[in-house]
Structures are given as C-alpha cells and as structure tokens.
C-alpha cells in the first residue's frame, strides 16, 4: 500500500520515527508521499525523507493555512524549490475558510499560482480544501479556460458525489481518502460507495484524522490497513482487490516506480 498523505515527519515524530517507519512497513505499507506545507518545516521533512530508506517521495508547495503577511516570500520558496526538480508534487496547496477568511484573496492567488507552476512541471497537485469548495471551483474554472492542464488528489475528500464528479471535469483527479471514512455518520462512508475504486486513493494524514478504533490517539502510517479493510468492507471487495488497485492508482499519479 501507499500512503498518499502522511506528516511522518511531524513534531509527533520525532522520538519515534524510527519505530513508526517499521509499524507501517510491518502493516504493508511501502510507500510514503510527504506533502510540504511552508519554509518551517521543510529541512525537517527532507531529513525524514532521507532516513526513510528509499520509501518517501516529497512534494514542495504552500499549505492554505499557511498563508499569511510573509506570504509572498513563502511563494518564492516553493518556486525555487520547484526549480531543483526531483519533487512527486505540487502540494499540500489549496483553500481553507475554516479558521479566517483574512488572507483568503491570497490564499486564492497562492492556489492559483501553485497550480499554474504543477500544469508547467508536469505535476500532480495535492489539493487541500476546507469548507470553500465553491472557491476552490472558481479557481478552476479560470485555469480551465487558461488551457491549464490539471491532475492530482482531492486530499481527505469528504463532499457528495456531485462534488466528486464536478472534480472530474477539471482533469485526472483521484479522491483521497482516510480516517474519516471510519467515522460513525461520516457521509463519506456513503459517497465512496459511488466513487470508483480507480479513482480513489489512500491517505492517513497522519499524524491527525485518527481512525476507528484508535481515534484519540495519534494517527501513523501503520492504520492505513484499518482503512483500507473500511473501504473494502464497504465496497464488498477483497483487502488485496482494495489494495492492489489503490496502490496502482497512486504509482501513475505519482509517477512511483
């Protein structure tokens, strides 16, 4: 399995990196996608990378929540990390309206640019969005009539299936999906039942979105099992069916040999 989404290289990491690393390869996880999220934490993740052993793969971009006074530098960031090449994506980069809307014109114009420079690089794009949507759509559509070409995950997709299918329109998008499917009334338990299992990725998010039965607790790599036996046994579909196709799903997404 891979996990498409996980913050391994966390401050909740770091007296046990090591052990958390071997739980999740133990549980048959074999792959690590790392999203960026601002300049602060990007030493600490590459060094996380590094001692991963040949199993993580690294995104560079600005996380929505990230996004604040110092934003036009953080952006320039990005771009000269971007202009090393090596990276997997573009992302942890989108819209976020749960806690402010006091730099949302320049979360929209980061997302906007981030997106420009994934379509110029041939990357997929990790997309971030929290309560904006509509937003996020807006965005889109102005890319869309750019002739921005477009592909990526939706990051812990919790919206209907005709937010889902909406996302289709825009490129070749996979919804990634986590701990919340195991969530008592999650909605998203239903509308996973009419997304494609070709279109559906796995994400922990880690070390947050704990899933049932360790929600409480600090989220690793290692649960992305518990998640993918939810969506198996919600699909009516074998573990190894579950995991063989999501694992393919994000090899071609992620350009994962």
């Known amino acids: 399995m891979i996990d498409t989404h996980t913050h391994l290289y966390?401050?909740?990491?770091?007296?046990?990196?090591?052990?958390?690393?071997?739980?999740?390869?133990?549980?048959?996880?074999?792959?690590?996608?790392?999203?960026?999220?601002?300049?602060?934490?990007?030493?600490?993740?590459?060094?996380y990378a590094a001692l991963s052993d040949g199993r993580a793969s690294v995104a560079t971009g600005l996380h929505p929540t990230s996004v604040g006074k110092d934003w036009k530098r953080e952006l320039d960031f990005v771009e000269s990390r971007l202009a090393e090449g090596g990276w997997t994506a573009v992302g942890e980069i989108g819209l976020d309206r749960h806690w402010s809307d006091e730099f949302i014109h320049e979360q929209e114009e980061a997302f906007r640019t981030?997106?420009?420079?994934?379509?110029?690089?041939?990357?997929?794009?990790?997309?971030?969005?929290?309560?904006?949507?509509?937003?996020?759509?807006?965005?889109?559509?102005?890319?869309l009539?750019?002739?921005?070409?477009?592909?990526g995950v939706f990051h812990a997709f919790s919206g209907s299936i005709e937010t889902y299918r909406r996302i289709k329109t825009y490129g070749d998008f996979k919804i990634g999906i986590g701990g919340v499917l195991t969530y008592k009334n999650a909605g998203?338990?239903?509308?996973?039942n009419d997304i494609p299992l070709e279109d559906i990725?796995?994400?922990?998010?880690?070390?947050?979105?704990?899933?049932?039965?360790?929600?409480?607790?600090?989220?690793?790599?290692?649960?992305?099992?518990?998640?993918?036996?939810?969506l198996a046994d919600i699909k009516g579909?074998?573990?190894?069916?579950?995991?063989?196709v999501t694992t393919d799903n994000a090899k071609s997404l992620f350009n994962i040999k």
């Open 10 to 47: 966390d401050e909740a990491f770091s007296e046990d990196f090591g052990k958390a690393l071997e739980r999740a390869v133990s549980a048959g996880v074999g792959h690590f996608i790392f999203p960026g999220i601002d300049s602060s934490v990007h030493d600490r993740m590459m060094e």
């Open 114 to 143: 981030q997106m420009r420079w994934a379509a110029q690089a041939g990357l997929p794009v990790i997309i971030h969005v929290r309560e904006a949507f509509d937003t996020v759509f807006c965005v889109m559509d102005m890319l």
């Open 145 to 151: 009539q750019e002739g921005c070409r477009m592909k």
């Open 188 to 192: 998203i338990a239903i509308t996973v």
């Open 201 to 230: 990725v796995l994400e922990t998010d880690s070390p947050w979105l704990t899933p049932v039965p360790y929600r409480g607790k600090r989220n690793e790599s290692s649960y992305l099992r518990v998640i993918a036996e939810k």
């Open 237 to 244: 579909l074998s573990l190894e069916e579950v995991d063989q």
